[in-house]
């Protein structure tokens, strides 16, 4: 348990530049809080930058659900819905 402190307090401290001692008078609820929107808040910014890597790279997602209708084809039956993968076709 005190190393799952230490590791929020970490991310706190270096993250948000919070004092040890402002981190342990914080309330659980908050400190929680402040750990989930920070790990949103990178998966957003590496969301972003993906994007932005693969529009410089010409690259498009299309999910596998339209290239099966693209090529008349069915899924096979032990694919569930929104369990395939996207594949990166070159735009150009």
């Known amino acids: 348990m005190r190393e799952a402190f230490l590791e929020e307090a970490f991310l706190l401290q270096y993250h948000l530049n919070m004092s040890y001692s402002d981190v342990r008078s914080m309330p659980l609820p908050y400190?929680?809080?402040?750990?989930?929107?920070?790990?949103?808040?990178?998966?957003?910014?590496?969301?972003?930058?993906?994007?932005?890597?693969?529009?410089?790279s010409g690259l498009v997602d299309i999910?596998?659900?339209?290239?099966?209708?693209?090529?008349?084809i069915s899924p096979t039956s032990d694919m569930s819905p929104g369990q395939g993968r996207d594949i990166k076709f070159d735009n150009g």
């Open 31 to 56: 400190r929680k809080w402040f750990i989930r929107r920070i790990s949103d808040e990178f998966k957003q910014q590496a969301d972003a930058r993906k994007k932005a890597s693969d529009n410089r």
């Open 63 to 72: 999910p596998m659900g339209d290239i099966h209708e693209q090529l008349g």
